[in-house]
């Protein structure tokens, strides 16, 4: 039988990586909980990080004080990761406790302040408060932040103002980073606002809030690709990687694709056009896009193929994410030969006992009992 969608949609989404930590997370010291939960963060497996987190959240809570950063930072790591793992009602117990952290320590304008209430906003959505999301939702886009060319403070739904009002290069680029902070909120924000409205069954608000986060998002990569000098750190990528996220709940997909395309082009040398192409094709397999999805994973075969060459993990790991697409769509003898040469290049370079290797065969082993079972 074919493996499940939700699995099968996890291996496409993400690109192939190794397994996690084992043992007895009780017995692990403070640095071995915090490099294992980052560990995971960086390969975005917040879920898989969740039974570590939990564990660094209650020795934090001896460690520090909870107006102490660290403690803030702490509690966001172990929210983020029970949300991915679906468990809202302890999310939403850990947003609450933030938004009161990030008052004390921030203030109630500041950009933390305003991150934390659009999370918890998220988190009140998924448990169904609506009324209570939506104010939350109002209050984020209210909330004044100052813009450091001017010294003036600007609601979060105005900021662009602002920015558009400065047009010396220059002085933009001294300004790009707290203006992404920005935007990335109020994105985040109108995007919980709109799948409230949808929930409540108010289409015409909903299509409207979709509208204006699309147009906020493509704007937003405009300005930052030419305002940051170049530089496009890690922060940067992981930040618009989630900025994205609009366009897998906007439900006219093919206005937020053809934006969304346009923008992949303006990333094209960069670090932002793999995690964007992979969130492409995810969005395509959750909306049977096939097609694309598949137009998707080749482009990225190839771009692996070029920069790194056919004898690399890079290579390998592209020709797996292949191989689980083939496996969604029932092509198990096209799945097999691609996890064969995956495996291949892997047994070269890493040799048989290798995470990697061990993750392939068993990919592979699996490839072939779906055949099994389906020519039974």
Not at 24 to 39: G, K, Q
Not at 174 to 193: E, H
Not at 302 to 318: K, M, P, R, V, Y
């Amino acid at each position: 039988m074919l493996l499940s969608l939700s699995l099968l949609c996890a291996c496409v989404a993400l690109p192939f990586c190794l397994r996690g930590q084992e043992g007895n997370i009780s017995d692990l010291s403070w640095e071995e909980l915090t490099e294992a939960v980052d560990n995971y963060h960086t390969k975005r497996m917040y879920a898989a990080s969740l039974p570590y987190a939990l564990e660094m959240m209650n020795l934090a809570k001896e460690r520090y004080h909870r107006k102490e950063s660290v403690y803030g930072l702490v509690l966001t790591k172990t929210a983020r990761a029970s949300a991915a793992a679906g468990d809202w009602s302890l999310t939403q117990k850990i947003r609450q406790e933030l938004v009161d952290v990030a008052a004390t320590i921030y203030g109630k304008q500041s950009l933390t302040y305003a991150s934390t209430l659009s999370h918890l906003a998220d988190a009140e959505m998924q448990l169904g408060n609506y009324e209570q999301t939506e104010k939350l939702c109002w209050e984020v886009k209210n909330i004044k932040i100052k813009n450091p060319l001017n010294q003036r403070y600007y609601s979060i739904q105005d900021f662009n103002r602002s920015i558009d009002a400065i047009k010396d290069r220059d002085r933009q680029r001294n300004a790009y980073r707290i203006y992404l902070d920005v935007k990335i909120i109020l994105v985040r924000s109108l995007i919980t606002l709109a799948s409230t409205y949808k929930a409540i069954g108010a289409q015409q608000a909903y299509d409207l809030t979709n509208e204006v986060a699309l147009r906020e998002t493509s704007k937003t990569v405009q300005y930052v690709l030419n305002s940051s000098g170049g530089v496009i750190s890690d922060k940067i990528v992981t930040d618009m990687y989630s900025l994205f996220s609009v366009f897998e709940d906007f439900e006219n997909y093919k206005k937020g694709e053809q934006l969304y395309l346009a923008t992949m082009d303006l990333t094209r040398g960069t670090d932002l056009y793999l995690p964007l192409a992979y969130n492409l094709a995810s969005i395509y397999v959750r909306i049977g896009e096939y097609t694309g999805a598949k137009l998707i994973y080749t482009k990225l075969l190839q771009n692996a193929e070029q920069i790194h060459g056919t004898e690399s993990l890079a290579f390998s790991d592209a020709l797996a994410d292949l191989a689980a697409f083939y496996m969604l769509i029932e092509d198990s003898s096209e799945a097999a030969k691609l996890y064969l040469k995956a495996k291949g290049i892997v047994q070269r370079l890493e040799g048989r006992d290798s995470d990697r290797y061990q993750k392939l065969n068993k990919e592979l082993k699996n490839v072939y009992k779906v055949t099994q079972q389906r020519d039974e």
